[in-house]
């Protein structure tokens, strides 16, 4: 396609989905729906109309047209270098590395887990890592005429959710069209507009977000919620839209360095089950010598599902007398460690802390929160609605509480980067939200009509279906890659539960496997064994978990765009 063709179809063009503009789609497995509309994620092929001629043209076919001359092994090589062109520099040196004659798949391993050129790319940032590592080695087999189904990379907690940026590209268009209009008519010196009737598009003061988006989003999140409109209306007033969850905890752990009165130290406090990027934000920034922190590490049991209790609480502050600024990091559904708190142990640890520092900060990581069933989420969170009993925590002590949450993983937008923090509490927020202020200009309107569009799902039924069975998808493959792994047939034929698993597995619970919780299955290795080794030996690839308890495998299946585990679900 010629450039000048290119301009005039982003020009004269509008998005169509599936022939029809407002039709529903779905799409469907053997045991996986998930439907959308038109304007969240979608899962069907994107086109584009071209208002002139009425033709056609899908987003596949936009991106390859010029291409359809090519033979079949230039084919082949570009639909390689597509899938794998973010990472084609390794895969290049990689593969040269291994010469030309034939290979093992222990073979491309080995070598690409050597290769300190890839190590250089992520070296402190393990997940990261293993998932590069993992992604190369993939691509080279497939290269070397290898099946690339022998290889899952369940590493990163990524999603994977059919393309819909073709949507955003035309919200953006559309915007950005109308930005020009503005400047073109009123910064003309003969402008006759009326600026009141213009867009705002400068910096957002209060790095907050619209007013509008944040009610929109945070009453859906209410449906898994359950607090009562008063409680809303404070979340909504002490907000703030960010650049996904990770950004969020970023700014939160930053404002409470910034602000830890001299000369102390703000002392981050966290179990040995916290998500991984969450200690790479207290520990890896800058040396703790030049930075005011100090950072504690609580032990956790498999006996308790590797969350907090109250005892670890009380002899973490036996040890350790409260400090003047302090907060605790709490993710009562588990990244990394697949489980989730009950709501009695919830509420048992937030009193254990509050009664020895009622100045505490908690910083309640709530992003798998609504991976669970809306009951199951309610029930786990009575226990932060006051009621002035001992069946919930005191409204003094709610208001010590922040909130971050995300749509990276409930509703499968990682890469959208959509995050929110609130709190009740507003001098809290605004304490909190202080190296936002500082360091933001804000999330934006893109990010703005993102959230409203993501908020307006509490009225639209079968979307908040489609994000259900997405949801159950997980559960079903969780579980059966549980069993595949370890208590299955495959497993014991190839003695994989004797030679790579730890006997103890005890925090895996039947009753948590049957139900959605997220995305992971945390499993405990035996001494010696690394992810690496198990990688080799199934083709499925975790990330090292180092806990209190030993070594663990976190392995991820929010990648799977189908069923590739669940048919094992129900084997003994």
């Not at 359809?68 to 895969?91: L, R, S, W």
């Not at 030309?100 to 992520?122: M, N």
Request: aromatic share 8%.
């Amino acid at each position: 396609m010629t450039t000048g063709k290119k301009k005039m179809m982003r020009r004269s063009t509008k998005l169509v989905c599936s022939g029809a503009r407002r039709r529903r789609s779905s799409y469907k497995n053997s045991n996986f729906s998930y439907k959308s509309g038109s304007v969240v994620r979608s899962n069907v092929s994107f086109q584009w109309r071209n208002q002139e001629n009425g033709s056609v043209t899908s987003i596949k076919n936009y991106a390859t047209q010029s291409n359809v001359e090519q033979n079949n092994d230039t084919k082949n090589a570009t639909t390689h270098n597509k899938k794998y062109g973010h990472i084609q520099e390794f895969v290049t040196l990689v593969n040269n590395k291994l010469g030309s004659g034939q290979v093992k798949l222990k073979d491309v391993l080995t070598t690409v887990w050597q290769e300190e050129a890839i190590t250089a790319q992520c070296r402190d940032f393990i997940i990261r890592l293993t998932s590069l590592r993992g992604e190369v080695s993939k691509a080279v087999w497939e290269m070397r005429g290898g099946n690339p189904d022998e290889v899952q990379i369940l590493a990163v907690g990524t999603t994977a959710i059919p393309n819909h940026i073709p949507q955003l590209l035309q919200f953006f268009n559309n915007f950005y069209s109308l930005s020009t209009q503005h400047y073109k008519s009123s910064h003309s010196v003969n402008s006759s507009s009326n600026p009141d009737s213009l867009p705002e598009i400068g910096y957002d003061l209060l790095s907050k977000g619209s007013e509008a988006s944040r009610r929109a989003v945070l009453n859906l999140f209410n449906e898994h919620y359950g607090f009562d409109n008063s409680t809303i209306e404070q979340f909504i007033k002490s907000s703030a839209i960010t650049s996904g969850g990770m950004r969020g905890l970023k700014d939160l752990a930053d404002s409470m360095i910034i602000n830890c009165p001299n000369p102390h130290k703000h002392r981050f406090i966290q179990p040995d089950n916290s998500f991984g990027t969450w200690w790479n934000i207290i520990e890896s920034t800058t040396p703790l010598s030049s930075h005011r922190r100090d950072i504690f590490r609580v032990s956790t049991s498999q006996a308790n599902s590797l969350h907090l209790t109250a005892e670890d609480v009380n002899q973490h502050y036996a040890a350790n007398p409260a400090s003047k600024s302090e907060s605790w990091y709490i993710t009562p559904v588990g990244n990394p460690s697949g489980t989730r708190m009950t709501r009695q142990q919830l509420l048992d640890v937030l009193n254990a802390i509050f009664k020895h520092n009622p100045q505490a900060v908690i910083i309640l990581d709530s992003v798998y929160v609504r991976t669970l069933t809306r009951q199951a989420a309610k029930d786990l969170f009575s226990c932060l609605k006051p009621d002035n009993t001992s069946n919930t925590i005191s409204k003094q002590n709610l208001d010590q509480i922040i909130f971050v949450e995300s749509f990276s993983k409930s509703h499968g937008l990682c890469r959208e980067r959509l995050g929110i923090y609130f709190s009740t509490n507003s001098k809290l927020f605004t304490l909190l939200h202080s190296a936002n202020i500082g360091f933001s200009a804000g999330p934006g309107d893109v990010k703005d009509a993102q959230m409203m569009t993501l908020g307006t799902l509490a009225e639209r039924l079968e979307e908040k279906k489609g994000i259900d069975a997405l949801h159950q998808f997980w559960q079903k493959e969780r579980k059966g890659l549980w069993k595949y792994l370890v208590q299955g047939q495959k497993a014991k034929e190839k003695g994989w539960t004797e030679k790579l698993w730890d006997k103890d597995q005890s925090h895996v619970k039947e009753s948590e496997m049957n139900e959605p919780l997220g995305l992971y299955l945390l499993l405990k290795a035996r001494d010696g064994v690394k992810a690496q080794d198990i990688f080799e030996e199934t083709g499925i690839l975790g990330v090292d978990t180092k806990m209190g308890s030993g070594h663990y495998v976190r392995f991820s299946v929010g990648k799977l765009q189908k069923p590739v585990f669940s048919s094992f679900a129900e084997q003994n």
